[in-house]
């Protein structure tokens, strides 16, 4: 800032034009006001031979000195030779000479010059006098006699006029009289308050007491003329002197002069320059009455706001952007360091309301999105609301939702959620083959069987549903001659177990945010008689959070322990008895309660009824817990787990015999199974995949009693020897795709005890109206709606 010396600057400015003096000369020379005419001053003028400044003597003369206006009436006579009084001058010297009563007519005629009032006429030799004084100019006042000086100003007072104490005014500018000065200027002002001249000589005059006031330090002087001249730019010019003293590197000086005149904004730039940044701010917070004190305020407190977020002190930036508010909105940044400081602290409730402003400004914002997507977790109405008018709201929610499909295996929803027009297209054809042998010490239960199928699958607006049509053969071993069989002991052989069905199943499921659910159907006819057979389950899997998912299937399957429980055997030509139905309910959750580990229990309860047996009641309890090892081969498995197991199972009655009233399935008293599983699945959206399960325990069996001939009089009670060991289960599966629209899966599982043996192979062939890039798990065999128990894809 360019800083100017005012008193410097009037010199400069009255020094570097034509001199307010001057002027007034010029306009003096003009004026007709107290003068007989301007033509008879101008011959008066021409008869002076020399430029005499007889001011003194008229002074004397007007105040009856005689003796002293002689002095100096001979003085000047002796200083200019050639000098011509004017008459009027030796006119009142003579009269001044006479007697006492002359001096009265003198002192009579001199009270009425100018001196007197503006309304009497001066005498011409006062008049030329003063034009004589302006003619001398500016170099000639600051040097001439102090007694002149003061004769002048005197008879400028006396004489009232505009022009004789405007030109006073400047000579005593020019010789730093500065109160006389104005003395003269209130004169002028009380008869032309608007005069140019006198207006400007009155700031020189008030700028160099200012000037004078400051380097003095004398501030009661500053407040008086801060008083006394209230129209006058005081506070400027001392603010003027404030910025030298800050060129000269002189702050404490111009910040008390600043405080003096109450300069703000003048106070930060020192306090700045000092580096005193925090009183800086309280003095702009604490004078908000400028908008400039407030926008400094402003921009400080956000300096605070965004350092105390750096440094991790999300309370401290809190209590700036409080403080923000108190002046102003938040704007933009504020609201968002805002908004991050408070989700950093975890308060929820103001996160959220500081986001979804943002997003309302911001709707493209992809960030604050994200974040709201964490706060708001299944508040799906809000996060819907906020999505109306945000793109980047509708792109998160979307990318959330596919990658929690993908996460939880909803691949049907998953591709919904991509495109929909593309999902609804899909449609599969597919083929297959179910073998399975079974092996025990009961040759009835020693089945092999062997389920041939057509069918297809399609996805419409978020559902899928499928049928098939499927072909069964079953064939087992026949009872040994002295074995119990119907109602008698078996005396001769029989034929062995031949059947073949015919049936039609059939499914629909659909996937949601937090539900997956599906419903299956089977009719089955044997081809040899009118017997017919259905089955069904009503499945359904709750996502209830992260960490805990829940579920439960209602069910009605048959029993294939045997050809008995499967099919029913006839005890003669027309009586049938076995075909054992399971009406139940199987029901789990899943819980993580610590990172990589989870919980599983598991209850199963079911109503066993059949043709010509008893009913019976089961009881199944499951606990598992599992050790998630993925991490270690993120790069090749989507899943590895392992874990123990411990499961109980309990009926009501055994009925594992093949007499009238038994049903030839397993049902022992108690079943307890302790061991471990363990399990991996490959990664999806692969040309292949392959996903393996291993079981390992070790059983106890207690079979209970078992009655010969239930429905008999003559029945008798047979007991059954309690069995132990190791037994396992084994399976393997896989998926390959062939081709863009060809795939095949195959399923090899196998399970182990003492006495028993199942071995199950499968082949699925599908074919693809929609073109496929990789494979998911929802395509492996034990992954379809008619094996699974629970609706897990």
């Not at 007709?32 to 008229?58: M, R």
């Not at 500053?222 to 404030?242: M, R, S, T, V, W």
């Not at 930060?268 to 400028?290: D, F, S, Y």
């Not at 996060?383 to 295996?409: C, F, G, H, Y």
């Amino acid at each position: 800032m360019k800083l100017i010396n005012v008193m410097a600057m009037a010199t400069l400015y009255v020094a570097s034009q034509l001199t307010y003096a001057e002027k007034l000369a010029v306009q003096y020379s003009e004026q007709s006001i107290h003068v007989q005419s301007t033509n008879n001053a101008k011959k008066l003028f021409k008869n002076t031979q020399e430029n005499v400044d007889t001011t003194p003597i008229w002074y004397y003369i007007n105040n009856g000195f005689t003796d002293q206006a002689q002095q100096e009436y001979l003085k000047l006579k002796k200083t200019y030779p050639n000098w011509v009084a004017e008459p009027v001058l030796v006119n009142a010297m003579d009269n001044l000479s006479k007697p006492t009563q002359l001096n009265n007519q003198v002192a009579s005629q001199a009270s009425a010059s100018p001196v007197a009032t503006q309304q009497v006429k001066a005498p011409e030799a006062i008049i030329l006098n003063f034009v004589n004084l302006a003619k001398k100019g500016p170099n000639y006042w600051p040097s001439m006699p102090q007694t002149h000086y003061q004769l002048a100003s005197t008879l400028a007072f006396k004489d009232n006029t505009l022009s004789n104490n405007t030109l006073m005014a400047w000579v005593s500018i020019y010789r730093g009289n500065y109160q006389t000065a104005l003395a003269h200027i209130k004169v002028v002002e009380e008869t032309s308050p608007n005069n140019t001249s006198a207006n400007e000589a009155k700031s020189i005059a008030i700028n160099a007491l200012v000037t004078d006031a400051v380097k003095k330090q004398n501030k009661s002087q500053l407040f008086a003329l801060l008083k006394q001249y209230p129209d006058q730019a005081i506070n400027e010019k001392i603010d003027a002197h404030a910025w030298q003293a800050i060129d000269q590197l002189e702050y404490t000086v111009a910040l008390d002069w600043f405080e003096f005149t109450e300069n703000y904004d003048a106070q930060l730039i020192v306090l700045e320059k000092q580096g005193r940044q925090t009183e800086a701010t309280r003095l702009a917070c604490n004078n908000p009455t400028q908008a400039t004190l407030v926008n400094y305020c402003v921009d400080a407190l956000s300096v605070i706001q965004l350092d105390q977020y750096n440094q991790q002190h999300y309370q401290s930036s809190l209590v700036a952007a409080a403080k923000i508010q108190t002046y102003q909105p938040l704007n933009a940044d504020q609201l968002a360091l805002y908004a991050w400081s408070q989700y950093k602290l975890n308060n929820q409730p103001e996160s959220i309301s500081a986001f979804s402003t943002l997003m309302t400004h911001q709707p493209n914002n992809s960030d604050y999105a994200q974040v709201l997507l964490s706060l708001l977790g299944d508040d799906q109405e809000q996060l819907e609301q906020l999505a109306i008018n945000s793109p980047a709201m509708t792109a998160a929610l979307k990318k959330r939702d596919m990658q929690v499909a993908w996460s939880r295996k909803q691949f049907d929803r998953f591709n919904n959620l991509e495109d929909q027009q593309k999902a609804n297209q899909q449609l599969m054809l597919e083929g297959g083959l179910d073998w399975r042998k079974q092996s025990s010490e009961d040759e009835i239960a020693n089945l092999q069987s062997a389920n041939y199928y057509l069918g297809f699958q399609k996805f419409w607006n978020d559902y899928r549903y499928g049928a098939r049509v499927n072909y069964h053969t079953l064939h087992s071993d026949s009872a040994n001659i002295g074995d119990d069989f119907w109602q008698n002991t078996l005396a001769t052989s029989i034929a062995s177990n031949n059947a073949t069905e015919t049936g039609i199943s059939g499914f629909i499921k659909r996937q949601t945010r937090h539900l997956n659910t599906f419903a299956e159907i089977e009719y089955t006819q044997v081809d040899s008689d009118l017997a017919s057979s259905l089955s069904a389950k009503l499945s359904a899997v709750w996502y209830n959070s992260p960490s805990l998912i829940t579920a439960a299937t209602l069910y009605r399957e048959r029993v294939d322990d045997s050809f008995l429980s499967l099919m029913g055997l006839y005890g003669s030509k027309i009586e049938r008895w076995g075909a054992v139905k399971e009406t139940g309910l199987r029901a789990l959750t899943s819980y993580i309660f610590i990172p990589k580990w989870s919980v599983t229990p598991e209850l199963n309860i079911a109503r066993l009824t059949g043709e010509s047996i008893q009913d019976n009641t089961k009881l199944a309890l499951n606990l598992g817990f599992t050790r998630d090892l993925t991490e270690r081969y993120a790069d090749k498995l989507d899943y590895l787990r392992v874990g123990p197991t411990i499961s109980w199972m309990s009926y009501d009655k055994n009925l594992n015999y093949y007499t009238d009233g038994n049903g030839g399935y397993f049902s022992p008293e108690s079943y307890i199974n302790l061991g471990g599983r363990a399990e991996l699945l490959t990664l999806e959206d692969t040309y292949w995949q392959i996903r393996s399960q291993l079981s390992l325990g070790y059983y106890w069996v207690t079979p209970g009693s078992i009655e010969q001939f239930p429905f008999t009089s003559t029945s008798s009670t047979l007991s059954q020897e309690n069995d132990s060991g190791i037994g396992s289960q084994f399976l393997i599966e896989g998926q390959w795709l062939l081709s863009p629209h060809w795939e095949i899966a195959g399923l090899i599982s196998s399970s182990y005890a003492a006495d028993y043996n199942e071995t199950n192979i499968n082949l699925n062939v599908r074919w693809n109206f929609v073109k496929k890039t990789g494979l998911t798990s929802d395509g492996l065999i034990s992954s379809s709606t008619y094996t699974e128990n629970y609706a897990w894809h």
